[in-house]
């Protein structure tokens, strides 16, 4: 697995009562068939918000500790590995390796990551539209 951090500037800065945010950080999560227990390649996405989620520290943290053993020498990561990842105090992280073991397995079935998540949840396919949230800044 590979771990390969990322920041992004925000276009304009989001005031929030944990103080203003600039960017986005986080790390792209990497399976590669050749190296991990996957049957094709995966990319995931890990973007904690601080304050809310873990750090950016902590979350690399956790994804690094699931690819290396004993954190010194690299191992094939699988969907076992999962299972590694604490969901309440590394969110992110866990997301992170979860969306690229997903991506995996719906390049192997040669399928859209959305087909495959619907194949997964017993619904018919995709939705046509997706209910999201939305983050209101302090600004006026």
């Known amino acids: 697995m590979r771990v390969r951090p990322f920041a992004l500037d925000l276009t304009t800065p989001l005031g929030t009562a944990h103080g203003e945010i600039t960017e986005r950080e986080g790390a792209l999560v990497a399976l590669d068939p050749a ?21 950016v520290a902590d979350c690399e943290s956790a994804l ?38 997903a991506d995996a397995t719906a390049r ?11 194949r997964r949840e017993g619904t018919s396919g995709p939705a046509e539209s997706v209910p999201v949230n939305a ?6």
């Open 135 to 140: 983050t209101v800044g302090d600004a006026t």
């Open 35 to 55: 190296v991990d227990d996957v049957p094709e390649a995966g990319l995931g996405e890990a973007a904690p918000l601080p304050g809310w989620t873990e750090s």
């Open 108 to 118: 192997n079935e040669d399928a859209s990551l959305a087909a495959h998540l619907a």
């Open 64 to 101: 690094r500790a699931v690819g290396t053993d004993a954190g010194t020498a690299t191992r094939s990561v699988g969907a076992d590995a999962l299972a590694e990842i604490d969901p309440s105090s590394t969110p992110a992280a866990r997301h992170g390796l979860s969306l690229a073991l």
